[in-house]
């Protein structure tokens, strides 16, 4: 506690006897720093009025907190419109939200309907459009027809590309010239068809080994497919100026993603950019990373709805819930709700007749110890009063009690 100056002792043994955690009374201290002159009787009244705060949003004891947080979910989410797409702060991009998106959130599906990543950049290729067009240019997969025209000449059996120079100047910007660039892709493409190309100025042609119309065709559509430049996953890349807390600067928004290759892109910052695909995010960054990742997406889900007063801590416990093991696993019956011990809670999920008929083949027994079986069974749940167990006994008085 060195670090605060002007907290006398006495102000330190006023909050140190209350029961806030540590964090909640190094908030304490910061007020009384921020506040010079502060006396112990105000001290002492900041701390109680933190403490009353912290006693009053702690939850009673044998609370059935998951079941609390399912229906602060639940209800909230039968009012979320089913509209799948939306757009994410910029008019081009379109992203799933909504019911389906939550839905999405808490089945820890592999690949979002729309996935797509927001990418904030460093010093000057955030405050300099041209040098956040050359992130734009390593983002976005760059295919032939962006950068010419295709042709075919069935009676050749040729295959021609005509390239546009102030295309290949703009999308290679440290290139001083279209030439070396077309000779580039030239090669690019001998190496992914495995064709001997013609390269002359901006024209490159190529045909099969043998005439064939069917193998002329194959090859354009393989031509279409190869990415000359950019990360395959991501399609398209959207730039737009926007008003942040250290000022105005250039964001990107992606269609597609591809979170671990974007972070290793020169101009990307790390530290902010983010995706919406919680699977990438817990392979690049950890499983924190990942639980983080999902209070936000479900908090953004929910906000955008206009229900943005569902309490955090409910979203934090099913966040927790799907990472507590290390990995990311889905509400569902292939996840938390189907690898519970209790047979009869797995057979009231779903597939019950499955549940049942596994548990009696293996002979597997329930020990009757959570909400959902002694629903079933008819025996008071093991929660709030029917958690307490009282026992009925004599005190003995001694003569010297008397």
Not at 27 to 45: K, P, W
Not at 246 to 268: C, N, Q, W
Request: with cysteine; charged share 30%; net charge negative.
């Amino acid at each position: 506690m060195t670090e605060y100056d002007h907290v006398t002792d006495d102000i330190k043994a006023v909050v140190e006897d209350t029961e806030l955690p540590r964090r909640l009374r190094r908030r304490v201290y910061d007020s009384i720093e921020e506040r010079e002159g502060v006396t112990t009787e105000q001290a002492d009244e900041i701390a109680r009025a933190a403490e009353a705060e912290y006693l009053d949003a702690r939850i009673e004891p044998l609370e059935p907190a998951g079941t609390v947080s399912a229906q602060s979910i639940g209800e909230p989410g039968t009012q979320m419109t089913m509209n799948t797409f939306h757009y994410a702060g910029v008019a081009e991009i379109d992203v799933t939200q909504g019911l389906p998106r939550l839905i999405e959130l808490v089945d820890a599906r592999k690949e979002p309907d729309t996935p797509m990543m927001t990418v904030y950049l460093e010093d000057e290729y955030a405050e300099d459009r041209e040098k956040a067009r050359e992130v734009v240019w390593a983002l976005e997969a760059t295919k032939i027809l962006a950068l010419g025209d295709v042709s075919t000449n069935v009676a050749d059996m040729v295959v021609r590309i005509d390239l546009n120079e102030e295309t290949l100047l703009e999308r290679w910007p440290t290139a001083d010239a279209a030439e070396p660039v077309a000779a580039e892709i030239a090669e690019t493409i001998e190496d992914a068809l495995g064709v001997d190309t013609r390269h002359q100025g901006m024209a490159i042609e190529f045909g099969p080994s043998e005439p064939s119309y069917r193998e002329l065709l194959q090859l354009v559509e393989e031509l279409r497919e190869i990415v000359f430049k950019g990360i395959e996953e991501i399609s398209r890349v959207v730039i737009r100026k926007e008003e942040l807390d250290d000022g105005e600067e250039f964001v990107l928004y992606t269609e597609g993603s591809a979170f671990g290759d974007v972070l290793r892109i020169e101009g990307v910052d790390a530290s902010r950019s983010t995706c919406n695909n919680i699977h990438e995010i817990h392979e690049e960054l950890g499983i924190e990373a990942a639980r983080e990742a999902i209070i936000n997406e479900t908090i953004d889900t929910l906000r955008e709805q206009g229900l943005d007063d569902v309490n955090i801590r409910h979203l934090m416990l099913v966040a927790d819930i799907m990472t507590n093991e290390g990995t990311i696993e889905s509400i569902g019956r292939h996840g938390i709700s189907g690898s519970k011990d209790s047979v009869l809670a797995r057979a009231a999920f779903e597939v019950t007749v499955n549940h049942l008929l596994d548990a009696a083949i293996h002979g597997e027994s329930d020990d009757l110890n959570g909400i959902i079986e002694n629903v079933i069974a008819g025996k008071p749940v093991s929660i709030g009063t029917g958690d307490v167990k009282l026992r009925m006994g004599s005190m003995e008085t001694s003569p010297a009690d008397d």
